[in-house]
């Protein structure tokens, strides 16, 4: 079974460009979550989606960033225009439905660099 | 203020030994507290998750003590290998939260 894919793995891109991060959950997975760490910080939540819903978007730092999963399936998260403090590796994660404390299986990351 | 705190020295300890990580929290109300293993360049994994109404939880090697009371989680991995050498993230959420927060990790280094 394949596991939470992302793309780009790794990104380099000039302030105030966007870039769009691309996340493939475990199929079957309701339960769609971004983090983020950037550096020297812990991995912060930015959201969650049930499938095509925000559930949770309270961790998302502004307006420059746009989080959607049209169809419940594969979500993206925009960074529009990107600052250099938006360097860092954004995580993607998916669980099942089979209520709270379920596992969460993590992505490889996005490596953002923004110059 | 929430905070959660994990040793952010480095643990360093010989093969075979038990290697016992802590990781302490404030201002929460955890529904249940979760341990990941992360290595250099990837993705966190899970290894173990425990409830709130939950006082110990094993998995192999691995042993998961949860004190509501003292507001601590220790993990504990019993006959270490070299290979068990990662960073340890201690991760929680608040009741009717999906939400994890996450420590900062401590890297454990087992020597051969």
């Known amino acids: 079974e394949a596991g939470v894919t992302q793309f780009p793995s790794h990104s380099v891109i000039e302030k105030g460009q966007t870039v769009t991060l691309r996340c493939d959950p475990i199929?079957?997975?309701?339960?769609l979550y971004w983090y983020r760490r950037v550096m020297g910080k812990e991995i912060k939540f930015l959201l969650h989606?049930?499938?095509?819903?925000?559930?949770?978007e309270s961790g998302m730092p502004n307006n420059r960033f746009l989080a959607e999963r049209t169809g419940g399936t594969y979500s993206t998260l925009k960074v529009q225009p990107a600052e250099l403090e938006d360097s860092g590796v954004y995580f993607c994660?998916?669980?099942?439905?089979?209520?709270?404390?379920?596992?969460?299986?993590f992505g490889e990351g996005s490596w953002l660099t923004v110059v | 203020s929430q905070k959660i705190e994990q040793n952010s020295e480095a643990l360093n300890i010989q093969e075979g030994k038990t290697a016992t990580l802590t990781c302490n929290y404030t201002?929460?109300?955890?529904?249940?507290l979760q341990w990941y293993r992360q290595d250099p360049g990837r993705g966190p994994v899970f290894l173990l998750l425990i409830r709130e109404n939950e006082k110990e939880k094993r998995k192999e090697r691995l042993k998961v003590t949860f004190d509501t009371t003292l507001k601590q989680s220790l993990f504990h991995i019993t006959a270490s290998q070299p290979a068990d050498s990662a960073t340890y993230l201690c991760?929680?959420?608040?009741?009717?939260?999906?939400?994890?927060?996450f420590g900062s990790g401590t890297r454990l280094q087992v020597q051969p």
């Open positions: 991760a929680l959420s608040d009741t009717g939260r999906r939400a994890l927060t």
């Open positions: 201002n929460y109300s955890p529904a249940y």
């Open positions: 199929s079957g997975h309701d339960n």
């Open positions: 994660a998916s669980s099942g439905d089979r209520g709270s404390g379920n596992t969460i299986y």
């Open positions: 989606f049930v499938k095509e819903s925000k559930q949770d």
